[in-house]
């Protein structure tokens, strides 16, 4: 795996893209500079590694826009020392993201082919998140609770199982909505028994689905 001044140079210019389109906190601007995107993409795409865009890593799913991951990051309000679980690994680049803010990060993956390759990836990387090939939808019970959950697919709903995993204080980031389009939603749990849900504005993921594969 290479890093080379070109692929700096690239990682630079989209830091000042996701700047421009609004991204504030300097600790995730450092993590979009620091990480080699190219690392997560298949060799035929490297070469727009660096754009602002998604782009697809085999298994129907895709590797998420910088801004929309830097987005989803900066919603999440992460502290260092957090306990975060993420649904979908995917590619392992915004997983990779996270662990550079100092979280604990706990990632589930139902496609299997894509849970062998990202471990492999980040621990290649020396990146030490606790690895988990399952069923999103149910998250990890015996983990909870988590002081954040990321959701990095589209649900129909807000996963109600997941919300009871949820710490009192903690957030949840969550892309609500059906393959048209999601709005982006932060719920944030008050106490045992009272959530507080706000609208974030219109994303468009893959589709989060139930099982594994």
Do not use: W
């Amino acid at each position: 795996m290479t890093d080379s001044y070109r692929h700096k140079g690239l990682r630079k210019k989209l830091v000042d893209i996701i700047t421009q389109k609004g991204i504030k906190d300097q600790r995730i601007l450092d993590a979009i500079g620091k990480v080699p995107r190219h690392y997560f993409m298949d060799s035929g795409f490297i070469e727009f590694a660096y754009r602002d865009q998604a782009f697809p890593i085999g298994s129907g799913q895709t590797i998420s826009q910088p801004y929309t991951v830097a987005f989803q990051t900066e919603l999440l309000q992460v502290e260092k020392h957090n306990k975060i679980l993420e649904i979908g690994t995917g590619s392992g680049y915004q997983c990779a993201i996270l662990l550079e803010l100092g979280a604990k990060v706990y990632t589930i993956e139902r496609q299997r082919e894509l849970f062998l390759k990202s471990r492999a990836l980040l621990i290649k990387m020396s990146y030490k998140p606790y690895f988990y090939y399952g069923d999103g939808y149910k998250g990890l019970p015996n983990n909870a609770p988590f002081d954040k959950i990321l959701i990095t697919a589209g649900a129909p709903e807000t996963p109600k199982e997941l919300l009871k995993q949820l710490k009192v204080g903690g957030r949840m980031v969550v892309p609500v909505g059906g393959s048209s389009g999601q709005v982006m939603i932060s719920v944030d749990r008050l106490s045992e028994d009272e959530y507080k849900e706000s609208e974030h504005g219109y994303f468009s993921f893959v589709p989060m689905l139930k099982g594994k594969q």
